[in-house]
Structure formats: C-alpha cells, structure tokens
C-alpha cells in the first residue's frame, strides 16, 4: 500500500481530522505510527461503537501499530457497575470477544489494561503535571467526554482528574493518532495544547461521527458540535437510546421501527444515520428496500448519497426505510450473534446486563 491509498484508508468515514496535514506528512514520511483508542468496559456494546472498532480494522491495515485501552480506572471513576472493578474486567473480556467476532484483527491489536499505567508512579506525576496546566472551568467543561455535565463535579471531585488522566494516557503511551468518536475531542484538543508545552508529541485526533440514539435529537443553538454529539448520542448508559449487539433480531426490528424517524430528515434522524455511519461505510454495501408496487416497487441503493436523495425528496417512506435498515443491520450483527449463543458468553453477558448501573 502507498502512503496515498494508507492515507485514504485512515482518514475514510471520519468527520473530523486535527490535522490533517499533520498526518499527510506523518504517512508520507513512512515512519511507524503509533495510534490508540480507549473506551470504558462498562456494559454491553452497542451499535454506535461497530464505528469505532471498523475504524481500527482500518488502521491496523493501513499499518498503524494499534492499541486499545481498556480504561477500568476511568470507568471505575465514572460510576460504572457502580464502580465494581470485577465487573468492570470482566466487560474488557466480553468487549475483545466481540472485536473478534467482527473481524477486527484483533491477534495484531495491543490491548492495554488501565491498571498497568496506574501501577507507575510516573504516570500519576505526569497526571499532576497537566492538572497543573489546566484551569478547573476547562476541566470541568471537558466532562462530557466521560458522559457527564460540568454541573457532575460537584457531587464527586474526582470526576475532575478524569480528563487529566485521558490527557496522560496518550502522553504516557507516546502516541501519535488518538481515535475516538467526535464526543472525545476535548480531551484531545487539551492534549495538543498541553503536549505543546511540555514539549511532548502533539497527538493526532481521529473523529469518528457519532450516531444518535433512538429517541433522536435536537439542534441545539451555540453549542461545540462535539457537545451537540454528546447530548443525544446512542448510549450503553441509556438502554432506552440503544441497540445492542446481542438484542434478537426481533427486539432489532422493534427498536428501529419505534425510533425517531422524521419524513424527509436526515440530521439527528438515528435510522438514516445507521444507513450512513455504519450499513454504507461498508464498501460495496447495497440498500436493498422491498416494498410493494403500490408504493413504488422493491429498490436498491448503491451509495449513501443515492439514499439521503431520495428520502429527502420524499420518495421513499420511513417505515420502508426502518424496514430496510432493520434487515441490513441484522444481516451485519450475525457474527456477534454466533459468539452470544456461547455458553460462557450468554452466562458473562446475563450477569452484566443485570449490574449496569449507568
Ligand atoms: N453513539 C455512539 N456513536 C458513535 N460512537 C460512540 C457512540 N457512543 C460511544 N461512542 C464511542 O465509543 C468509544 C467508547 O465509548 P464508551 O465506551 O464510553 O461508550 P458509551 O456508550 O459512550 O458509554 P457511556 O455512555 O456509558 O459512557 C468513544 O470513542 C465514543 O466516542
Ligand atoms: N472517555 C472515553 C473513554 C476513554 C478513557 C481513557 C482514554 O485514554 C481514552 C478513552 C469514553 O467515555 O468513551
């Protein structure tokens, strides 16, 4: 692969590159890449983050030496299974099984347990050092990485080292691409700056979009789309908002038609945006819509872009279109679905499921 098909391949189905050039001549100069995303074991996954883990599977092709961070201590920090550290690994375990069943590579990823960094008393001097070089308003706006509001610090303090240790984890691990869905962009743009003066490596951000939950969303007026992203995301935290990757095939199709689907909308409409972040960033993906000839005939569309056309244009219904997404997105979920019929994976997820506490 040439540095121009590398670089396409890192940068497809992103909304969001700080900055671009900056990684245009880290590629171009053939140097190995270091990159990382970290997510919280602290439930079940859902369908928002099939975007992140086909992101890796991209990354790890185009030969960035990848790491994912299970962050146990960040999401013993942020309340998950009220904190229960067990549990919490116990998710890790669940998570890694689920990348595999999804072909993501996951015997050429790093996976990276939180507790090793914070074993280091280096890593807790490093944490202090960016506290020292962030006011608390620019802490506590960068809560929503964690899913929280700024208002959150208040009840418990150490919510506020939160987005100094996210900061550190980079620094520590000396990456050079941080990915993340658009939600996680404070806690990068705080790295660059902080990394600048330290003298440490600016780490390069990937933004993957961030889907909708069900319920959708609202435009909100003077808010940093990253906030827009966090407010109404698709979250393991709101069951209501989300599809899981072990619901039944039934309790997908239930879930779709029941959503948040305005004719003729495409922004915060979580269906459309199923089509578009994930069914379509398949290459060769096809739409296949089977309706009756009354209302046009059965339909196929080849690109995302074909779709949004005529669904803004009113030619196609929404609940053709949940039909559609429906059967698609559980033709997709099949591999998952395999590893759930597992004995020790039903019994793993049904002791999960039954402590998920936000
Ligand atoms: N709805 C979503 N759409 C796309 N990406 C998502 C979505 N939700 C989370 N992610 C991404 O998944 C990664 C891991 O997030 P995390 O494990 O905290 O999931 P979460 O569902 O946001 O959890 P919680 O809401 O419980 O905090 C982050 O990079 C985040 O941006
Ligand atoms: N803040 C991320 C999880 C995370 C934690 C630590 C990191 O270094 C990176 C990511 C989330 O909630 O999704």
Same mark, same amino acid.
């Given at each position: 692969?040439?540095?121009?098909?590398?670089?396409?391949?890192?940068t497809?189905?992103l909304v969001?590159?700080?900055t671009?050039?900056?990684?245009?001549?880290k590629?171009?100069?053939?140097?190995?890449?270091?990159?990382?995303?970290?997510?919280?074991?602290?439930?079940?996954?859902?369908?928002?983050?099939?975007?992140?883990?086909?992101?890796?599977?991209?990354?790890?092709?185009?030969g960035?030496?990848?790491?994912?961070?299970?962050?146990?201590w960040?999401?013993?920090?942020?309340?998950?299974?009220?904190?229960?550290?067990?549990?919490?690994?116990r998710?890790?375990v669940?998570?890694r099984?689920?990348?595999?069943?999804?072909?993501?590579?996951? *015997?050429r990823? !790093?996976?990276? *347990?939180?507790?090793?960094?914070?074993?280091?008393?280096?890593?807790?001097?490093?944490?202090?050092?960016v506290?020292?070089m962030t006011?608390?308003?620019?802490?506590?706006?960068?809560?929503?990485?964690?899913?929280?509001?700024?208002?959150?610090?208040?009840? *418990?303090?150490?919510?506020?080292?939160?987005?100094?240790?996210?900061?550190?984890?980079?620094?520590?691990?000396?990456?050079?691409i941080?990915?993340?869905?658009?939600?996680?962009?404070?806690?990068?743009?705080?790295?660059?700056?902080v990394?600048?003066?330290?003298?440490?490596?600016?780490?390069?951000a990937?933004?993957?979009p961030?889907?909708?939950?069900?319920?959708?969303?609202?435009?909100?007026?003077?808010v940093?789309? *990253?906030?827009?992203?966090?407010?109404?995301?698709?979250?393991?935290?709101?069951?209501?908002?989300?599809?899981?990757?072990?619901?039944?095939?039934?309790?997908?199709?239930?879930k779709?038609?029941?959503?948040?689907?305005?004719?003729?909308?495409v922004?915060? !409409?979580p269906?459309?945006?199923?089509a578009?972040?994930?069914?379509?960033?398949?290459?060769?993906?096809t739409?296949?819509v089977?309706?009756?000839?009354?209302?046009?005939?059965?339909?196929d569309?080849?690109?995302y872009a074909?779709?949004e056309?005529?669904?803004?244009?009113?030619?196609?219904h929404?609940l053709?279109?949940?039909?559609?997404?429906?059967?698609a997105?559980?033709?997709?979920?099949?591999?998952?679905?395999?590893?759930?019929?597992?004995?020790?994976?039903?019994?793993?997820?049904?002791?999960?499921?039954?402590?998920?506490?936000?």
């Amino acid at each position: 692969m040439d540095a121009e098909e590398r670089l396409s391949l890192i940068t497809r189905n992103l909304v969001e590159v700080i900055t671009y050039d900056e990684l245009k001549e880290k590629v171009s100069s053939g140097a190995q890449l270091k990159g990382y995303i970290g997510y919280e074991p602290s439930g079940l996954a859902h369908i928002g983050h099939l975007i992140w883990m086909f992101k890796v599977k991209d990354l790890v092709e185009a030969g960035v030496q990848f790491n994912v961070l299970e962050a146990t201590w960040h999401a013993m920090i942020n309340d998950k299974f009220g904190g229960n550290m067990e549990l919490i690994r116990r998710a890790a375990v669940l998570f890694r099984e689920i990348m595999r069943s999804l072909d993501i590579p996951v *015997d050429r990823i !790093n996976f990276v *347990d939180a507790e090793t960094m914070v074993s280091d008393k280096d890593y807790w001097a490093l944490v202090l050092k960016v506290m020292k070089m962030t006011s608390l308003a620019r802490m506590k706006r960068a809560l929503t990485i964690m899913g929280r509001t700024m208002d959150e610090a208040e009840l *418990d303090s150490s919510k506020l080292v939160y987005p100094a240790m996210q900061v550190s984890d980079i620094i520590y691990m000396d990456l050079d691409i941080a990915l993340g869905g658009l939600d996680q962009r404070k806690a990068h743009v705080l790295q660059r700056e902080v990394a600048e003066r330290m003298g440490r490596k600016k780490v390069i951000a990937l933004h993957t979009p961030i889907l909708t939950g069900l319920e959708g969303g609202k435009r909100m007026d003077n808010v940093e789309s *990253d906030e827009q992203a966090a407010a109404f995301k698709m979250s393991k935290s709101k069951a209501s908002s989300a599809i899981f990757l072990n619901d039944s095939p039934e309790q997908v199709r239930a879930k779709i038609r029941a959503a948040y689907c305005p004719p003729r909308q495409v922004e915060l !409409n979580p269906v459309i945006e199923i089509a578009k972040y994930i069914l379509f960033s398949r290459p060769g993906f096809t739409l296949h819509v089977e309706r009756p000839a009354k209302y046009g005939g059965p339909v196929d569309f080849t690109s995302y872009a074909e779709l949004e056309k005529a669904y803004v244009e009113g030619r196609l219904h929404p609940l053709d279109l949940k039909e559609a997404v429906a059967e698609a997105l559980n033709k997709m979920l099949e591999g998952p679905r395999k590893l759930f019929e597992r004995p020790d994976i039903a019994e793993l997820v049904a002791q999960l499921e039954s402590k998920v506490t936000r």
